[in-house]
């Protein structure tokens, strides 16, 4: 069965940078369209980066220029370098199929809390 493993989460003061992985296996990762998404309490969960098969990349405009996403397909990970983090970008990271794309898993993972604060 389909699972992603989020990891990499942590309490960063404001303008510091976390690295976040995506473990997937279950599936032929490499086949996939893939993305970041995120969930700050009390909002939506919301699509922060995509990358696509061949690599092409995308971001929402409020990580572009600070996110950058990142997969190694003969390992089944993806990844999010975040620098020049702000406090609005504290919520639970999850990773999972570009919804636009085919629709996502239906198991999503645990998630990896970030916290962005002095």
């Known amino acids: 069965q389909v699972q992603l493993v989020e990891s990499g989460g942590g309490l960063v003061q404001p303008g510091g940078s976390l690295r976040l992985s995506c473990a997937a296996s279950?599936?032929?990762?490499?086949?996939?369209?893939m993305g970041w998404y995120r969930q700050a309490p009390g909002k939506q969960r919301e699509l922060v980066a995509a990358?696509?098969?061949?690599?092409?990349?995308n971001y929402a405009d409020s990580v572009k220029g600070r996110f950058t996403i990142s997969r190694n397909n003969a390992k089944s990970t993806m990844y999010l370098q975040m620098n020049s983090l702000k406090p609005e970008d504290t919520a639970v990271y999850y990773c999972?199929?570009?919804?636009?794309?085919?629709?996502?898993?239906?198991?999503w993972g645990q998630g990896t809390q970030v916290t962005v604060s002095s």
């Open positions: 279950g599936f032929t990762f490499s086949s996939y369209y």
């Open positions: 999972n199929a570009d919804h636009r794309v085919g629709g996502v898993f239906a198991s």
């Open positions: 990358i696509t098969t061949g690599g092409r990349t």
